[in-house]
């Protein structure tokens, strides 16, 4: 009986650890996405108030931003919204030339294993040819050898 108990299911409270875990993990990668966004709309404020002449230190309640038509936080969310597309884009755009260069890389390497083994085919039949090269030569050179006449050139 000592032995049963001693093999107890996990409790629930390693089951909250872990669900506890899973929640801090979450929170951080919100926390860095949360930074990223953070980031993409101070720069959109910025570009928006360089394209209306302001100040970036204006304030929201200043009275130059109120009269303004569509209203300063319509155009920051317009501005936000076209900088996330064109990254997106961007990164889409690196993505897929990520891949093309992997298919390049991926059929150069497909052509230099084709190209050794034409090599080593090329090599092979070229030493099964070797007896017949070297018969051949043997052959010319066990041959009667001609001897030139020789000419008279004084005469």
């Given at each position: 009986?000592?032995?049963?108990?001693?093999?107890?299911?996990?409790?629930?409270?390693?089951?909250?650890?872990?669900?506890?875990?899973?929640?801090?993990?979450?929170?951080?990668?919100?926390?860095?996405?949360?930074?990223?966004?953070?980031?993409?709309?101070?720069?959109?404020?910025?570009?928006?108030?360089?394209?209306?002449?302001?100040?970036?230190?204006?304030?929201?309640?200043?009275?130059?931003?109120?009269?303004?038509?569509?209203?300063?936080?319509?155009?920051?969310?317009?501005?936000?919204?076209?900088?996330?597309?064109?990254?997106?884009?961007?990164?889409r755009t690196a993505v897929k030339l990520a891949m093309a260069n992997e298919g390049?890389?991926?059929?150069?390497?497909?052509?230099?294993?084709?190209?050794?083994?034409?090599?080593?085919?090329?090599?092979?039949?070229?030493?099964?040819?070797?007896?017949?090269?070297?018969?051949?030569?043997?052959?010319?050179?066990?041959?009667?050898?001609?001897?030139?006449?020789?000419?008279?050139?004084?005469?």
């Open positions: 009986m000592a032995e049963a108990s001693s093999s107890k299911p996990p409790t629930s409270t390693t089951n909250v650890n872990v669900d506890d875990i899973d929640k801090l993990l979450a929170q951080e990668e919100n926390k860095a996405k949360r930074e990223e966004l953070d980031a993409v709309y101070v720069q959109a404020r910025a570009l928006v108030l360089k394209t209306l002449s302001l100040p970036s230190t204006i304030a929201d309640d200043d009275p130059k931003v109120k009269e303004l038509q569509p209203g300063l936080k319509e155009r920051i969310q317009q501005q936000t919204k076209e900088l996330l597309i064109s990254e997106e884009v961007r990164r390049l890389e991926a059929k150069k390497k497909e052509e230099e294993v084709l190209q050794r083994k034409r090599k080593a085919e090329e090599d092979k039949a070229w030493e099964e040819g070797r007896e017949q090269r070297v018969d051949s030569w043997r052959a010319f050179a066990s041959g009667k050898k001609k001897k030139k006449a020789k000419t008279n050139v004084l005469g």
